[in-house]
């Protein structure tokens, strides 16, 4: 098993779209990128830590490579605007791939450029591509959110589209009980 880390927005969001993937074991919902130890919720919420909401996967490269990982991040959220996603502002809603190693760094990277090269995107991306610092899980409360608590406005509204994109542009790569 390996792990890879992306920070695509709020981790509610990021989180329902890559744990129903085919060959994905876990995903867990924390924080990098910041000035302190273990924050809370409360304290990345703030803007004033430097954390990123972001999330972790456990993931089998026989069944799925991380370049197909790379695809479904880029693809399901806005890497164009700095510091945002939606309605969600701040510096912990960034745009981010944290590579686990210095492979992943080089297939992040070469992902991004043929991106631009492409014009994949109406503006450019500003999505950060640095080596993991250290990852602080989230509280409980915030682990398998939209599973159990899909029927809230914001999972409604915000969560539950991006999943239904999933299903409808990758419905091949996703676990048959979905």
Partial sequence: MEQATFGGGCFWCTEAVF????????????YTGGRIANPTYKEVC????GHNEVIQVTY????????ELLEVFWKTHDPTTLNRQGNDA???YRSG?????DEQQR???AYKQQLTAANAFDGPITTEILPLPVFYPAEAYHQ???????????CQFVVKSKVDKVKAVFGDKLKAAV
Avoid: F, I, W
């Fill in 19 to 30: 744990q129903h993937l085919k060959g994905v074991d876990k995903v867990v919902s924390g």
């Fill in 97 to 101: 791939v944290y590579t686990h190693n």
């Fill in 60 to 67: 089998d490269p026989a069944v799925v490579r991380y370049e």
């Fill in 46 to 49: 703030s803007g004033l830590t």
């Fill in 107 to 109: 297939l992040a990277t």
């Fill in 144 to 154: 398998n959110y939209y599973n159990l608590n899909g029927s809230q406005p914001y």
């Fill in 90 to 92: 701040g510096t912990q």
